[in-house]
């Protein structure tokens, strides 16, 4: 008999601005680590007012992680020190690792609506120093499935017998884009230990059998069990489900670099001062 998950902890984050002057929604972070791991940090964006994204995130560095930024609408351009460069459009997403050090940068353009959100995944010790790498899931390349009221986007991991766009290189992840009718019930088989969350884009619902309602823009944290059943109130709802295995290794974060130790920590911000912090450059640099 399987074991429903139920509602464990209830995150609404707080408004804060970022890289150059952007309005975001900081859902998870330093406080939030321990519950979520493996993801570190949430950042959720959603406005139609240009001038509260389109200062956008200037060349900055990365180590030790992965980012997953993901939109439902809007347009961000983008280019990094591996030569990589374009744009993630209206249902694309961008699975960057930066392993071993990428310097990066993130430019929303002014659209109708910019709603989306970047998630950083935390990369195991034995990863940290991977090598750069860039994805990019192209909205039409990203599987859609219908099924008893529900629109499934399977960005990452499986759902049915409908495999991803993306599997995870160093965490297994899965990442799905739930759309849910009025009323409609949506269950999801998951492994027992894995530490399974959601974040509501849209509408409200339970998510557990029996449960209350939970607001939009609040990140649901599922306690133990190895099925989710979530259930869309009157108004219907959207949410992105995520669910990988807990790492359980310390996390050293210093801004946009999260090691194992501190002095790994220190070394990588002694390298971005000395010029030497990028160890893998196109070829031909």
């Not at 960057?96 to 430019?107: D, L, N, P, V």
Request: hydrophobic share 40%; glycine share 12%; proline share 5%.
């Amino acid at each position: 008999m399987k074991t429903v998950r139920k509602v464990k902890e209830l995150v609404r984050g707080s408004a804060q601005q970022d890289g150059a002057g952007v309005k975001l929604v900081r859902v998870l972070g330093r406080d939030t680590v321990r519950n979520f791991d493996p993801f570190l940090m949430l950042d959720a964006f959603d406005s139609t007012n240009p001038d509260d994204y389109t200062k956008g995130f200037p060349f900055h560095p990365h180590r030790g992680i992965e980012t997953v930024t993901y939109l439902v609408s809007g347009c961000i351009e983008h280019q990094d020190s591996m030569g990589n460069k374009g744009k993630i459009t209206d249902g694309a997403c961008q699975w960057m690792t930066a392993g071993s050090g990428i310097i990066h940068q993130e430019m929303p353009r002014p659209a109708r609506r910019m709603l989306g959100l970047q998630l950083w995944i935390n990369l195991p010790q034995k990863d940290k120093m991977a090598d750069p790498a860039y994805r990019d899931l192209r909205a039409d390349k990203i599987p859609v499935v219908a099924v008893d009221g529900a629109e499934v986007r399977v960005i990452s991991g499986s759902f049915g017998q409908t495999e991803g766009v993306f599997q995870g290189e160093y965490v297994k992840t899965t990442l799905l884009d739930v759309t849910l009718a009025a009323g409609a019930e949506f269950r999801l088989p998951v492994a027992k230990g894995n530490t399974v969350f959601a974040y509501i884009l849209e509408g409200t619902g339970a998510f557990e059998e029996g449960g209350e309602n939970i607001a939009c823009k609040t990140a649901v944290l599922l306690g133990d069990g190895d099925e989710v059943c979530v259930r869309a109130a009157a108004g219907g709802m959207r949410f992105v489900l995520f669910s990988a295995k807990p790492l359980g290794e310390d996390v050293p974060w210093g801004g946009p670099v999260v090691m194992n130790t501190r002095e790994e920590v220190r070394q990588a911000f002694g390298e971005i001062g000395a010029g030497t912090f990028i160890k893998h450059k196109p070829s031909g640099v």
